[in-house]
């Protein structure tokens, strides 16, 4: 993995990936020309936005985006409540896929995690796909890590000034070591200011069928965390999990909050566009 | 299991029992309250990421080079404690353990015991089973002390009265003591329970102790503590019993301190405790303290279990801190009781599927949103969410045993209709194309989503599919860049 810390940056942030090729070259060597986008199963049904706007990112920054029209799920949900063979039944299917030597960017940090971290232990050394598992999982990046670490970016805030709070997923922050990484892409937007929350390392309760396995603790986690991001005065909640983001819409709306979340991709794609 | 069970509450109350605590603000404030102060004490234990990182992999380093040669240093470990006079017993289940314990004291022809602080002696059911034989069993840590007026049990694990306020314990003084009146006052609080206890060390012949550390090359018992209560019970009565299980053994003393650092830290915030105790024998000729006689007992109570399986051997790995506990979204909203076994919290869930069978433990192990918090500060990096799911395949028998011999309980947790559910979802997340019709009807007729959908919607506001899938909109991209080209 690449890492921009140390380089000398340029003063002046163009936003354009293809007006400054020498410096990312310079800093990163092999840019990658093409990557593979992985939706995930919840962004598909549930936020198609989000991943539309991952792949819209990408593609400004001078990326080729490859989204395999028969990719589904990472086999996470059945992974976590029990269900190893059927995860495993599932997570074959997307292995073969993803097998040109391309980055496969995921805009969820728990579905990375499943695929960085878990599929290796899934298939288990013996399975047929086991070397290829292996080679998708080095491959895995989650979506701000791969901005930030990988491109480098260089965001140009467009949009009007607004106050955001930030949720980072238990999994981006524990499982994948990347909860910096949407912070300081939030942190290049000049007219959004991020506000700190209460307990921000705390879980919001999803925990996928932990939702509907113990659905009073994960309610109490859920109001808790929807209080302490509510009481910020943001104006926007951002974060770069799907999951959560549900759990904490659906909690926040329930409760009449005006504050609503959306995925970071989303919202940052709304700060690059000139404003209508 | 013992069938009179006091501390045992099968997991299918478990829902039950949790809800009652987050219905009640005032003990969740409570908790919320001990639990923030234990958390920054800890945090002020480690400033430094590095140095900490370093430390929990010293710590996970000894305890799996210890667990690697455990056999070998249980003997090492029996044969070392005999050349120092003290009788080693082995137990394998809480029973047996009861039944050593209680024909020491039988034949001390004593029929009171004072106790330190022990949760292998909660978890044996310890106090119940000698009380049965006519055996007082006097508590002398001044939480289970508070814990035992109160005929209850400990909440958790390195602070067993967590769960009571200042003025509970005020009120329940005043009304089991003889002579005492009511004050809230904390120093006067412990000043009585001081005293009730010294006349009782006055009297006891027999005295109980836990172990933190049992050290093989020496035979020395470690024991942790801060209010000196263990140092009597181990030093004041004619017999001293140490009881522990088969897995807090080191090998050598040098692994004592780091292991030691990280359990005072994680556990209470201290860089140490008040009183660290090496025990390594009675009272020898011309010694003018100690006891004249002492014993270990070392208990499995479904260690092997754990320890057989590469799978899960690292659940032995715990210097029972409590960190896990005290950074546990779930411990924090619920305290200990509500779990219904003698370790409650992360810890709890990863060794009472081992203690009791996977049967009545099957709801505990899924009470977690696999946040994470636990295996971060876990002194010696036990992975817990990842044996938390290892479990749960286990409970449920969703995917072959990769190891032998099965897990007690194993398949005992499965539900039918989930299940069911997973192999539907299973066919159509394998299918590009009948998920693509799936999505197809989803996405057409979210109009028609059920604004109920079960447990989600008791706090949330439904969830209903986009106008059209990811996949379609990539599609229609695709075809529109096709066109305009």
């Given at each position: 993995?690449?890492?921009s810390?140390?380089?000398a ?8 990936a293809a007006?400054r ?22 962004i ?16 400004r ?5 490859v989204?395999p ?8 949900p059945a ?9 495993l ?15 496969i ?6 579905c ?24 998708v999982?080095?491959?895995v990046?989650?979506?701000t ?27 981006a ?7 910096l ?8 937007l ?25 659905p009073?603790?994960?309610a109490?986690?859920?109001k808790?965390?929807a209080e302490a ?12 999990d ?14 009449g ?8 991709a ?11 | 299991?013992n ?33 923030d102060f ?10 430094d990421p ?22 070998d ?9 005999q ?5 080693v017993?082995w137990?394998?289940?809480?029973a047996e ?19 330190g ?9 310890l106090?119940?089973a ?7 069993a ?5 939480g289970?002390?508070?814990?035992q007026?109160a005929?209850?049990?400990p ?10 306020t ?21 120093d006067?609080l412990i ?16 005295g109980?102790?836990g172990?933190?550390f ?9 024991l942790?503590?801060n ?7 181990t030093t004041v009565p004619?017999?001293?019993i140490?009881v522990t ?11 004592v301190p780091p ?12 860089a140490?405790?008040t ?6 024998g009675?009272?020898?000729p ?9 014993h ?6 479904g ?13 032995l ?13 779930v ?20 060794i009472?599927?081992h203690?009791?069978g ?5 709801e ?5 949103s ?7 500060v876990c ?18 028998a969703?995917?072959p ?6 897990l007690?309980?194993e398949g005992e ?12 979802w ?5 299918s ?22 079960g ?10 599919p ?13 075809a ?6």
């Amino acid at each position: 993995m690449s890492h921009s810390q140390g380089h000398a940056r340029p003063a002046a942030p163009t936003g354009n990936a293809a007006t400054r090729p020498a410096r990312q070259e310079e800093a990163h060597g092999a840019r990658p020309h093409t990557v593979y986008v992985f939706g995930t199963c919840l962004i598909d049904l549930f936020d198609p936005e989000a991943g539309l706007s991952a792949i819209e990112i990408l593609e400004r920054e001078g990326l080729r985006v490859v989204f395999p029209d028969a990719q589904s799920c990472c086999g996470q949900p059945a992974y976590t409540s029990g269900y190893p063979a059927e995860a495993l039944a599932v997570a074959e299917r997307q292995v073969q896929l993803f097998s040109a030597d391309w980055p496969i960017v995921v805009p969820s940090g728990s579905c990375a995690g499943m695929m960085k971290h878990h599929w290796p232990r899934l298939f288990g050394p013996d399975h047929p796909l086991a070397a290829q598992v292996a080679a998708v999982a080095a491959r895995v990046y989650e979506f701000t890590e791969f901005l930030v670490r990988v491109l480098d970016v260089r965001l140009q805030d467009r949009g009007p000034p607004t106050r955001v709070v930030l949720h980072t997923s238990c999994s981006a922050r524990r499982e994948m070591g990347v909860h910096l990484t949407s912070a300081a892409l939030l942190g290049q937007l000049t007219q959004v200011e991020v506000l700190h929350q209460e307990r921000e390392t705390e879980c919001c309760g999803f925990g996928g069928t932990f939702a509907l396995r113990h659905p009073e603790l994960s309610a109490a986690m859920a109001k808790d965390k929807a209080e302490a991001l509510a009481s910020t005065g943001a104006a926007q909640l951002v974060s770069a999990d799907c999951g959560c983001l549900a759990n904490l819409n659906g909690t926040l709306a329930r409760a009449g909050s005006a504050l609503q979340g959306q995925h970071i991709a989303t919202f940052l794609k709304s700060r690059l566009e000139p404003p209508t | 299991m013992n069938q009179a069970s006091l501390h045992y509450l099968p997991g299918a109350g478990f829902r039950a029992r949790s809800k009652q605590v987050l219905d009640d603000p005032a003990l969740r404030q409570s908790f919320r309250g001990a639990m923030d102060f234990l958390m920054q004490k800890r945090a002020a234990q480690f400033p430094d990421p590095a140095v900490l990182a370093a430390l929990r992999r010293q710590g996970e380093a000894i305890r799996q080079y210890s667990l690697a040669r455990l056999p070998d240093l249980l003997e090492q470990l029996e044969a070392k404690l005999q050349q120092n006079g003290v009788t080693v017993h082995w137990a394998e289940t809480p029973a047996e353990a009861q039944d050593i314990i209680a024909g020491i004291i039988t034949r001390a022809q004593a029929d009171m015991v004072i106790k330190g602080k022990s949760m292998v002696s909660e978890e044996i059911e310890l106090n119940h089973a000698l009380e049965a034989r006519g055996i007082a069993a006097l508590e002398s840590d001044m939480g289970e002390y508070i814990v035992q007026l109160a005929g209850e049990r400990p909440s958790h694990i390195i602070m067993p009265a967590i769960h009571k306020t200042k003025a509970e314990i005020a009120r329940l003084f005043a009304e089991k003591l003889p002579g005492v009146d009511y004050t809230e006052s904390v120093d006067a609080l412990i000043q009585i329970g001081r005293r009730v206890l010294r006349e009782k060390f006055r009297d006891a012949r027999i005295g109980l102790s836990g172990v933190n550390f049992a050290v093989a090359e020496t035979g020395t018992l470690c024991l942790v503590e801060n209010e000196g209560n263990g140092r009597m019970c181990t030093t004041v009565p004619e017999v001293h019993i140490a009881v522990t299980g088969i897995e807090k053994v080191v090998e050598k003393l040098e692994h004592v301190p780091p292991l030691l650092t990280l359990l005072t830290r994680s556990a209470t915030g201290q860089a140490v405790t008040t009183y660290f105790n090496w025990i390594s024998g009675p009272r020898r000729p011309g010694e003018l303290d100690g006891p004249k006689e002492m014993h270990l007992v070392l208990v499995d109570n479904g260690r092997p279990q754990a320890y057989a399986r590469p799978d899960f051997r690292a659940t032995l790995q715990c210097i029972r801190c409590g960190a896990c506990m005290n950074h546990c979204p779930v411990y924090t909203r619920i305290g200990g009781l509500a779990y219904g076994t003698t370790y409650p919290g992360p810890i709890g869930k990863i060794i009472s599927p081992h203690l009791l069978g996977l049967g009545g433990t099957g709801e505990l192990v899924t009470a977690s949103s696999l946040c994470g918090a636990c295996g971060e500060v876990c002194p010696v990096q036990i992975p817990i969410p990842q044996l938390l799911i290892d479990l749960r395949a286990r409970s449920q028998a969703g995917g072959p045993d990769p190891y032998s011999p099965p897990l007690a309980g194993e398949g005992e947790g499965r539900k039918p209709l989930v299940a069911l559910s997973f192999k539907l979802w299973r066919i159509l997340y394998r299918s590009p194309l009948l998920y693509r019709l799936f999505a197809f009807l989803a996405t057409r007729l979210r109009r028609l989503t059920p604004a109920r959908q079960g447990a989600w919607t008791a706090s949330r506001t439904p969830l209903v599919p986009a106008r059209r899938s990811l996949h379609e909109r990539v599609r229609q991209r695709a075809a529109q860049a096709a066109a305009n080209n």
